[in-house]
């Protein structure tokens, strides 16, 4: 039988402990919230009721950055 070293086996514990606290504490999205925004990259996306619309910020050379953001999808 080979024995573990103490980087290999702190490693493991870590891992051990790590899968009990996300099984005793699931990480979800709210599934109950009104509105949720998700980054991606350069750009977010918001949730809501249902729908989905993108958003990005817009930066425009003498004057300040504005979001623009696409219309809610349709169900």
Do not use: H
């Not at 980054?39 to 989905?52: A, F, K």
């Amino acid at each position: 039988m080979t024995r573990l070293g103490w980087p290999a086996a702190f490693l493991l514990s870590v891992m051990i402990l790590a899968a009990v606290f996300t099984y005793v504490n699931p990480i979800s999205l709210g599934i109950n919230s009104s509105s949720v925004i998700v980054p991606s990259g350069e750009q977010v996306w918001q949730l809501r009721d249902g729908q989905v619309r993108r958003c990005r910020d817009i930066e425009q050379y003498g004057s300040p950055r504005k979001t623009n953001c696409s219309q809610w999808s349709q169900n």
